[in-house]
């Protein structure tokens, strides 16, 4: 399973911006995906993920109501759009795939992606 991440970029904080996933290599009906972010000096810490099959989704608190999570089956691209941004979401952020439940814990993924740079200035 590859993962390739992009989106990220610079923007001013109340603002928005859309990651992207694109996944290949197998067949994502039984897999969850999900997004994790590292700020400098921090730990990779949950984001959001989605169970590719039903689509049943799960946040951190710290996000909920102001990102969403997604995927295109069509597309195999799984999507984290981004409302309301604040300086503390800053970090780089990362995609992940794992078969079963999402799980909140960066050591239960199998697969991940480059990560992609998002900063929010205040």
């Known amino acids: 399973v590859q993962l390739q991440a992009s989106g990220g970029g610079l923007v001013q904080a109340g603002g928005s911006l859309r990651l992207s996933c694109a996944a290949s290599?197998?067949?994502?009906?039984?897999?969850?995906m999900a997004w994790f972010r590292q700020a400098p000096g921090k730990e990779r810490e949950f984001v959001a993920g989605?169970?590719?099959?039903?689509?049943?989704?799960s946040y951190a608190d710290s996000v909920k109501g102001r990102f969403t999570i997604s995927r295109d089956n069509a597309k195999n691209t799984g999507y984290l759009q981004m409302n309301s941004l604040k300086p503390e979401d800053t970090a780089v952020y990362y995609c992940?795939?794992?078969?079963?439940?999402?799980?909140?814990?960066?050591?239960?993924?199998?697969?991940w992606g480059q990560g992609t740079q998002v900063t929010v200035s205040s």
């Open positions: 992940a795939a794992r078969q079963s439940t999402v799980a909140e814990v960066p050591g239960a993924y199998d697969y």
């Open positions: 290599g197998r067949t994502f009906s039984s897999y969850v």
């Open positions: 989605i169970r590719w099959g039903g689509g049943s989704t």
